[in-house]
């Protein structure tokens, strides 16, 4: 192949399964030797998350084949979310019984579990358990108008399980149930999961977060339509903006200036 042969240059970013969230506002210096060993040099800006693979071009810039070493320079700002704790722990073995000091009955099916776990994460588990009803002092505790399944991955979500969710209606539902019991550590684990989600369009996934106040999502989905401006005017003519807060327009049409005279029509 003819050494005068060029071509692009692109970064690939793989997102992961870590257990802390980030997302970085990055400057990537690229430099190598050219035609005859004249250093060369590239700039570009990008956003790369932990959570999805990113492809960066770099813009303007096409190296000969022959270049065998290129060298990064990566400066960025890193904003970190913490997830929560993962703990290996299943509801049929032994270990779980062993520890557990109440049972949960729905509709027939018992859920031994462990009062002090739950009370930590949930206000509701905590009033049940401590608050002077008569449930404080019963061995078995009913809970009504849940699926007994769909509680036994909630359950699984408290103690340290992802959430592996496939469709909104998934979401939804445990959404539902995380602020039935309020279980923040469960809304934390579905967010996780809708970041790197691919099969709920990104129209209803900012729809979902604005309703259950997902901020690292929200955040995240509105940097993705301030990239693609043709995508956010779609975006500004459907019907989930149109079910958006207020204050999400507000805040939308307060950082961009050019927008305030277009979301104010939505």
């Not at 190296?63 to 070493?69: G, M, Q, T």
């Not at 000091?101 to 579990?113: A, C, H, N, S």
């Not at 997902?214 to 693609?228: G, P, T, Y």
């Amino acid at each position: 192949m003819s050494k005068n042969k060029e071509m692009p240059v692109v970064f690939c970013c793989r997102g992961d399964g870590s257990s802390v969230l980030w997302r970085t506002e990055a400057k990537i210096q690229m430099t190598y030797k050219g035609s005859y060993g004249i250093p060369c040099s590239y700039m570009t800006k990008c956003t790369l998350t932990s959570w999805k693979q990113s492809f960066v071009n770099m813009p303007r810039c096409m190296i000969p084949i022959s270049v065998c070493e290129v060298t990064l320079d990566i400066e960025a700002e890193t904003e970190s979310f913490a997830s929560r704790p993962i703990l290996d722990v299943s509801f049929d073995d032994d270990w779980m019984r062993e520890h557990s000091d109440v049972i949960l009955v729905l509709e027939g099916q018992k859920f031994p579990v462990n009062k002090m776990v739950l009370s930590v994460h949930s206000s509701y588990f905590n009033s049940l358990f401590y608050g002077g009803f008569k449930e404080q002092n019963l061995m078995e505790i009913e809970i009504k108008d849940t699926n007994p399944e769909d509680f036994h991955e909630l359950l699984y979500m408290v103690y340290g399980k992802p959430a592996h969710l496939k469709r909104e209606d998934g979401v939804v539902r445990y959404l539902r149930m995380a602020d039935m019991f309020d279980l923040q550590i469960v809304k934390d684990r579905v967010e996780n999961s809708l970041l790197s989600m691919i099969k709920i369009h990104a129209n209803r996934k900012l729809l979902i977060a604005d309703q259950h106040k997902m901020e690292v999502l929200k955040k995240e989905l509105i940097h993705d339509f301030n990239e693609h401006p043709r995508r956010r005017t779609v975006l500004f003519r459907s019907e989930e903006f149109a079910q958006m807060s207020t204050s999400l327009k507000e805040s939308w049409r307060a950082s961009i200036p050019y927008l305030r005279h277009i979301i104010m029509y939505y």
